[in-house]
């Protein structure tokens, strides 16, 4: 019924950029929270980036600075701009969207399927 479909992800150096993109598609009726996360191996998934309820935006500690997050709600679209990438950036990152489906009563958690990013040189 619902999907979210990752795509941008890739090797980069050191000091590179890359833009994530995260689009839900399906039998939507509302979006309400989407967002990023990512699980480097061996460690637990963490929040990168969403908007809060009241509107500001969250950053992680760890990429304030440098990873801007967009939401384009007319297309069911998050972004997050990342540069300056650090090897610890390397990770896999998730799109996730707390969505209500047409003809339901409760909105609930979609996960993309995780893009991977390895910033190498």
């Known amino acids: 019924q619902v999907q979210l479909v990752e795509s941008g992800g890739g090797l980069v150096q050191p000091g590179g950029s890359l833009r994530l993109s995260c689009a839900a598609s399906?039998?939507?009726?509302?979006?309400?929270?989407m967002g990023w996360y990512r699980q480097a191996p061996g460690k637990e998934r963490e929040l990168v980036a969403h908007?809060?309820?009241?509107?500001?935006?969250y950053y992680a500690d760890s990429v304030m600075g440098r990873f801007t997050f967009s939401r384009d709600n007319a297309k069911n679209t998050v972004y997050l701009q990342m540069n300056s990438l650090k090897p610890e950036d390397t990770a896999v990152y998730y799109c996730?969207?707390?969505?209500?489906?047409?003809?339901?009563?409760?909105?609930?958690?979609?996960w993309g399927q995780g893009t991977q990013v390895t910033v190498s040189s």
């Open positions: 996730y969207a707390d969505i209500l489906v047409r003809l339901t009563t409760t909105f609930r958690d979609y």
């Open positions: 399906g039998n939507i009726f509302s979006i309400n929270r």
């Open positions: 908007v809060r309820p009241g509107g500001s935006t």
